[in-house]
């Protein structure tokens, strides 16, 4: 497996890569890697004939006062773990080669990211999206893997590539979990043991309302006010959002019908976890 940090080598690899006609797969992602990335990078060895894993934690996708500086990096460590699933190309450029003194080119995805985490992290999805347009640029991949888990993102960045007639295919993966239901996370290293066994109550509070929804209950409000409940039982969790919004745009629904969305963003301490499930009523 070989490691780049110049998008002048990444480009020399790949092209050679295109030119013998291999299907390059593609994972991005802000390193420190766990199973919910692992289960990405082997997807895409299934389906492709040269893998690249890409290890950026992108300033840009920060706000002020957020984790930043503090974001979990091991890069040793994830060479080995992404070695061992068969990577064959691992892309962890310094920030200056993406985004050299002068820098001054953002994509931006409307709508969509006005609501959920975008309209509690500003800036955060154009941070996304800019990031990501130009690691696709840079690898040209044939296929590229999301997490679930970012529900938010994967449809920002499905719209995006959409809208800009990016030529591949994209693939959204189920959220790897936990024994105990908490979606695995990077983040998850910064809680405390404390904070960590209170942090299941999220993926329990998904799980009932799924299980008041099948149940018959229609209204939003209702089943948002169950999982609130259930979520300050948690003494050290602060919520950020609870909602219920359809799938396919993230608009609000107030009286559950088709596919919809569940999604929260819970603040244990300094760290903000996120989680949802889709439902189909
Ligand atoms: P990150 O390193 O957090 O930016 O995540 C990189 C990719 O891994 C994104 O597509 C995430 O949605 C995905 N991902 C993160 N956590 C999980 C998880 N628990 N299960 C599945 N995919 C995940």
């Known amino acids: 497996m070989q490691v ?8 020399t690899v790949l092209g050679e890569v295109k030119k013998k006609g291999l299907r390059v797969g593609f ?35 920060f706000g002020a006062g957020e984790d ?9 460590r994830d060479c080995k773990l992404a070695s061992a699933e068969g990577c064959d190309l691992i892309f962890s450029p310094p920030v200056i080669e993406m985004y050299p003194p002068g820098y001054a080119t953002f994509v931006e995805v409307e709508n969509l990211t006005e609501t959920l985490c975008g309209a509690r992290r500003p ?3 154009r941070g996304v999206t800019t990031v990501v347009a130009k690691l ?22 499905k719209k995006m590539v959409t809208d800009l007639n990016m030529d591949l295919q994209f693939h959204i993966l189920p959220t790897i979990r936990e024994d105990d239901g908490l979606a695995m996370s990077s983040r998850n290293k910064y809680l405390s043991p404390r ?46 959002y609870v909602e219920i ?37």
Request: net charge negative.
């Open 245 to 281: 919004v359809q799938a396919a745009n993230l608009l609000p629904l107030e009286r559950l019908q088709g596919a919809c969305l569940v999604a929260l963003a819970v603040r244990f301490g300094k760290t903000r976890l996120i989680d949802n499930i889709l439902l189909e009523v």
């Open 27 to 61: 994972v991005p992602t802000m390193g420190f890697l766990h199973e919910g990335h692992l289960s990405l990078v082997r997807a895409a060895r299934q389906e492709n004939d040269f893998v690249v894993v890409s290890i950026f934690v992108n300033p840009i996708q």
């Open 136 to 157: 696709f640029n840079l690898v040209a991949p044939d296929q590229v893997y999301f997490g679930q888990k970012d529900a938010q993102q994967a449809l920002v960045l």
């Open 123 to 125: 800036g955060h999805f």
């Open 68 to 76: 930043y500086q503090d974001y979990p990096r091991d890069l040793e």
């Open 4 to 11: 780049i940090e110049r998008n002048s080598d990444l480009r």
């Open 195 to 240: 904070q960590r066994r209170e942090a299941a109550v999220l993926y329990r509070s998904l799980q009932e309302a799924e299980r008041l929804i099948q149940g018959g209950v229609r209204s939003a409000q209702d089943v948002k006010a169950a999982m609130v409940s259930l979520i300050a039982g948690a003494e050290e969790a602060e919520i950020d």
